[in-house]
C-alpha cells in the first residue's frame, strides 16, 4: 500500500450511505481506483491512487469542500446551489438526476406558478424555493422549511404544497400531488474546492478527469466488427461514424475484410441497418470497458 504524502494525495468526499454511493464508488472503481471495504469507514484509503474517501451525508459535501477539508466532492447539484457553495464545478455526471420541483394538491386551487401567491410552501430548499419565486415577482409565499418528509406536508395542514425532488413522480402521486413547475434540474456533480492546490493535487484531479472522460465515452460507445467484401469499404466508411478511420483486416477468403471500429451506441442501430444494406455480414457489437481518446 502507497503511503499517503499530504502534498499530493485528494481527499474526496462522498456520500457516506444513499442514493449517490454506490454509483459515486462504480464510477470511481470504473476509473481504476482501488478500494478497501468503503462501508465500515468513514476514511477510506485508495490502494493504487494517492486518495482518500471521506464518507459523510450528502449535505455536508459542499461546505466541506469549499473549506478546503476535502479537495473535491461527488454530490448533487441541488445541494451544491442551495448550500449556495464558494466551489467549483467540474462537470456533471450523468447518475443522480432528478429535478427540484413544485407540488400541489390534486384537485387544489393550485393550477398554476401564479396561484402560488399568498400560499405556505413546504420544502427542504428555501434558497432554491425562495430564488424562483423571487424571479417571477411573488413575494408573498410563506416558505416551511422541513428536513423531511415534505410529500405529507399538505395533508397534515402544514402547507398548502411543497417542492421536492422528484425522479419518477411516483411518490408525488401516492401522496395526491401533481407537479406544478420544474424549478431546477440536476445531476451529480464533481466539485473541486476553491483554496489553493498543490501541483500535486492539480496534476491528479486532471488525471481523474481524463480517466471520468475516458470513462463516460466509453459507456457511450460501441466496438464494431463486421466482415465485407472489400469493394463495400469506401461505402461502410462514409456510412460509419467513426471517431477514426476504420481498422480494415484482409480475411482468408479472397476480396473479403473485416472491418472494426467504434462508434457512438445510439447511432448503432441506424448504422448497422446501413452497413448490411452496403454489404456487410456478421456484425459483432461489443461493449468498451474504458477509453482515451
Ligand atoms: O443521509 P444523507 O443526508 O446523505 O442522504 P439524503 O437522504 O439527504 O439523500 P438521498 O440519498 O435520498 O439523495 C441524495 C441525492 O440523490 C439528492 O440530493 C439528489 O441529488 C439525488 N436524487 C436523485 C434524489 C432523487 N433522485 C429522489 N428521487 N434524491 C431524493 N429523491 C427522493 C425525493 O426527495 C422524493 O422523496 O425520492 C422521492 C421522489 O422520487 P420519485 O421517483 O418517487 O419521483
Ligand atoms: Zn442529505
Redesign the pocket.
Known sequence: MRTLDSNTSLRIAI???????DKTITLLEGIGLKFDDYKRSLLVKCRNFDVELLL????DIPEYVQDGVCDLGF?????VAEDEADVTILRGLDY???RLSLAAPKNGGIKKVEDFSGKKIAT?YPVLTRKFFEERGISDTTIVTLS?S??IAPRLEIADAIT???????????NGLVEIAKIFD???QLIQTNKPLSDGKKQLINKMLQRIEGHKTAAESRYIMMNAPETSVPEIKKIIPSMKSPTVMPLADNGMVAVHTVIPIDTFWDVMEQLKEAGASDIVMLPIESMIV
Open positions: 456520500q457516506k450511505s444513499g442514493r449517490l454511493t459523510i451525508r450528502d449535505d454530490v448533487g447539484a441541488n445541494t443522480g438526476v432528478c427542504s423531511g415534505v410529500e421536492d425532488l422528484v425522479s419518477t413522480g411516483g411518490t408525488l402521486k401516492a440536476s445531476e451529480t
